[in-house]
């Protein structure tokens, strides 16, 4: 199964946002999702589909996932699924969110892993991982 090559091309999350210009200038003016493609519907349809650099999958089971929200927060639970993206420095791409509406749902910290993790909360009620990677 290991030398089977991946059939996944794209890992694409779609978010429904109600707020759709304000959560567009959150990821893709501040955050610095540069727009890949657009697309417009009837009756009012838009997407806008941004570049979010590489994508993985991680999975957890409920008792890693309790183990990152003991390290990540000050007793935060996670969310069902959490987008966590990497940045050069996370503590000030935090500082900006906040700036931009995002609500701060953890500070920046030193995890066990070697990654310096931000918990917040964007548009469209997104719970967002910011994380700079140490090592």
């Known amino acids: 199964m290991?030398?089977?090559p991946g059939r996944v091309r794209q890992l694409r999350l779609v978010v429904e946002a109600d707020d759709f210009e304000s959560a567009l200038r959150f990821y893709?003016?501040?955050l610095g999702m540069p727009e890949s493609e657009a697309?417009?519907?009837p009756d009012g349809a838009e997407v806008v589909i941004l570049d979010a650099g590489r994508a993985t999958l991680e999975l957890s089971n409920p008792?890693?996932?309790r183990f990152?929200?003991?390290v990540e927060?000050?007793?935060g639970r996670s969310d069902h699924l959490r987008v966590a993206l990497e940045v050069?420095?996370?503590a000030s791409v935090a500082d900006e969110l906040v700036d931009a509406g995002a609500d701060l749902e953890a500070s920046a910290r030193e995890t066990p892993w070697?990654?310096?993790n931000a918990r917040l909360r964007g548009p469209a009620g997104v719970q967002l991982t910011i994380f700079q990677e140490l090592d």
């Open 2 to 4: 290991a030398d089977r």
């Open 63 to 65: 008792a890693q996932v």
């Open 73 to 75: 927060t000050d007793g």
């Open 114 to 116: 070697r990654s310096v």
């Open 88 to 90: 050069d420095d996370a």
């Open 39 to 41: 697309y417009s519907g």
């Open 68 to 70: 990152i929200d003991r």
């Open 28 to 30: 893709r003016d501040v």
